[in-house]
């Protein structure tokens, strides 16, 4: 008798795999969906947009994530200290009219001037022009590097914008707020500080008051240390005396005094930036050779003159190595960057 043999199936299958869901931040105000574009070669900036605004908001995300990192050194250089992660979501935030702006006039977003609470930024898109989403980014990135500090205050809002048109080529130059302090009479906000990063005329006389400083061989690195070091409270006209070692109370009179001579004030730079060298040093003639090589870098590979410009403003700025620390924790809350007089509700697009 022949005993029966069993068969036994033993098939290979593919098993189901859920599909992984990514986990989106949470946005200041943005409730739309967050399609990722991709995170910046350092780790440390991952962008997303809105996909409903089509190729030109996907292209604007894809220049910012390529810019990411070179915008993250800058401000690195700017503060003294190494940024934190964050993320970003480009939408067409509401502009000065209310309505979905896509040319970048509907500014900027984020809840914190810090790190852990401040860290999903927004970002408004400018359909044709990323290096405005670059400047946008910058804003808020810087405000996370204050560490707490300046946050609400407007020696913070004026630092910000600097930073912001630093690393853009003044890309944001209808954002201007000096003009408007010209105009309503250049109050004083040298010897006080105003206690909102919401009023243009004290932004403005900010903004002005370090175009001056600058102006008299202040560079950003020196400036953005020594801001946070005061902290909220600080004025203008202290940042004056732990920069020259005069005294404050000349802070005011010398800067008017520079301001009077001026023909008008039509921009947030009216003292044009860096004083000229008069000789050129080792260190000088090198770090021109590097900005020449990285002129020749770009034209190689394509790039539009304004990247190119923005990269040499960025690689004229250098790290003071001043460190100070990131503990404090500012109030959580918006703190949106818009154009003068705008509606500052922000309001996320579904």
């Known amino acids: 008798m022949t005993e029966a043999s069993t068969k036994i199936h033993h098939s290979l299958k593919k098993t189901p795999v859920a599909p992984r869901r990514v986990q989106v931040p949470q946005w200041p105000s943005y409730t739309g969906t967050s399609q990722p574009v991709g995170t910046s070669p350092n780790g440390r900036v991952a962008v997303y947009v809105d996909p409903t605004l089509g190729q030109q908001g996907?292209?604007?995300a894809r220049d910012l994530l390529a810019d990411a990192d070179r915008i993250v050194a800058a401000n690195n250089s700017f503060f003294g200290t190494p940024s934190g992660a964050t993320n970003v979501i480009l939408f067409a935030m509401p502009g000065p009219d209310g309505n979905p702006a896509t040319d970048g006039t509907g500014g900027a977003d984020h809840m914190a001037c810090n790190f852990i609470d401040g860290q999903n930024i927004e970002v408004c898109v400018s359909f044709g022009n990323s290096m405005r989403c670059s400047a946008l980014f910058e804003a808020e990135l810087s405000e996370c590097s204050m560490g707490g500090n300046l946050c609400g205050v407007s020696t913070g809002e004026a630092l910000s914008r600097w930073c912001a048109a630093e690393i853009s080529n003044n890309?944001?130059?209808?954002?201007?707020?000096?003009?408007?302090?010209?105009d309503g009479g250049m109050r004083d906000y040298v010897n006080q500080t105003d206690p909102t990063d919401r009023n243009p005329e004290s932004t403005g006389c900010g903004m002005a008051f370090l175009s001056w400083l600058m102006s008299q061989g202040n560079q950003l690195n020196m400036i953005a240390p020594a801001m946070v070091s005061l902290g909220d409270s600080g004025t203008?006209?202290?940042?004056?005396?732990?920069?020259?070692?005069?005294?404050?109370?000349?802070?005011?009179?010398?800067?008017?005094?520079?301001?009077?001579?001026?023909?008008?004030?039509?921009s947030d730079d009216p003292f044009g930036g860096p004083a000229q060298m008069a000789q050129l040093t080792p260190s000088t003639i090198e770090l021109a050779a590097k900005v020449f090589s990285s002129i020749l870098a770009d034209l190689a590979a394509g790039r539009p003159a304004q990247h190119t410009v923005a990269t040499v403003r960025t690689m004229l700025s250098t790290p003071t190595g001043r460190q100070f620390s990131t503990s404090a924790i500012c109030s959580r809350g918006s703190h949106r960057l818009a154009l003068p007089g705008s509606n500052l509700r922000s309001t996320g697009r579904g």
């Open 236 to 266: 203008l006209a202290q940042l004056y005396a732990s920069l020259t070692g005069d005294d404050p109370s000349n802070a005011w009179p010398n800067f008017m005094a520079a301001v009077q001579s001026l023909p008008e004030i039509t």
């Open 58 to 60: 996907i292209q604007n």
């Open 171 to 182: 890309a944001m130059s209808d954002f201007a707020t000096a003009p408007t302090w010209a």
